[in-house]
């Protein structure tokens, strides 16, 4: 529990930064690609020194990890840029919310490929949060709700829920070795992933912005400050625990953001869209006690 409140701090703290960055002239891929930049080294360090200083050999990675691990790394860039890009449209907490449907998507996921039944208190749960996630994507200053606002949410809630998913699956193939090493080092292996792909993209498809994240480094080594003790926290949490009880704590998340925003953005959420985050908030957390 502890854990999963610490990741929800951090990774509120790090959505801030990245809307900063990302509503200040900097893409939403640059501002994901900033998470990793600077988190990537330091963890693979302290791996690293763990492992020397206990004198425990590396983990043998099977090829299960490297595809649990590799396929999570990306689901989580697609879905990360998704909620940056979000953030540029609608407000900090309302984009956090949407991102929260990775809860509730993960129980539909689930059904429709591994054949997961649900009980009829989670249908019942789903269709509630269905009904706050259509209160949520209307835009307050109009327009329908089948909206690009609204779809960047759901999408990302979908790449979180199969990145969760699937970084449990790592940290599951290396149980034989200790807490901090098998959080350490699927972090470790994810972030330099990442980091190396989606820095790739930006050389190929958004010349510039490589240099300009680097030129921001105050604020975007701040974001891989708070993304390392989020995800580290997040991995342990999820070799732990079962995903839809570390999710179910990390809703706490919804109310950081609303903070946050309300604090630093100024931002002042309309009363159908405080009462969209209360229905879907209620639900997702029902959905993960029920599943």
């Not at 929800?8 to 790090?14: D, G, K, N, S, V």
């Not at 050999?57 to 790394?73: D, I, K, M, T």
Request: charged share 10%; aromatic share 10%; with cysteine.
């Amino acid at each position: 529990m502890i854990l999963s409140v610490a990741a929800a701090a951090a990774q509120t703290l790090r959505f801030g930064l990245q809307k900063a960055l990302a509503t200040g002239g900097l893409s939403a891929t640059a501002a994901t690609w900033s998470r990793f930049l600077w988190s990537a080294p330091v963890i693979t360090l302290a791996v690293a020194f763990h492992l020397v200083s206990t004198g425990q050999n590396l983990p043998q990675l099977s090829g299960a990890f490297w595809l649990y691990a590799l396929s999570g790394g990306v689901f989580q860039i697609l879905a990360t840029v998704c909620t940056v890009a979000l953030f540029q449209q609608r407000a900090f907490s309302v984009g956090i919310t949407f991102k929260k449907t990775e809860v509730m998507l993960t129980a539909l996921v689930g059904f429709v490929i591994l054949g997961d039944a649900i009980p009829w208190a989670g249908a019942v749960a789903i269709a509630a949060g269905f009904a706050g996630v259509l209160l949520l994507s209307k835009p307050p200053e109009g327009g329908g709700i089948f909206n690009r606002g609204a779809a960047l949410g759901l999408i990302s809630g979908v790449f979180f829920a199969l990145s969760a998913v699937t970084y449990r699956g790592a940290t599951l193939e290396l149980q034989s070795a200790d807490l901090f090493t098998t959080a350490g080092l699927t972090l470790s292996v994810v972030t330099i992933w990442q980091t190396l792909a989606l820095g790739l993209w930006l050389l190929l498809r958004e010349p510039g912005q490589i240099s300009e994240t680097i030129r921001l480094w105050p604020t975007s080594s701040l974001i891989g400050v708070f993304s390392l003790i989020g995800s580290a926290c997040w991995f342990a949490a999820f070799a732990l625990q079962n995903a839809a009880y570390v999710f179910a704590v990390g809703q706490v998340e919804l109310i950081f953001s609303l903070i946050l925003g309300r604090l630093v953005f100024g931002e002042r959420p309309a009363r159908r869209e405080l009462v969209g985050m209360t229905v879907l908030t209620w639900s997702i957390v029902a959905v993960a006690l029920i599943g």
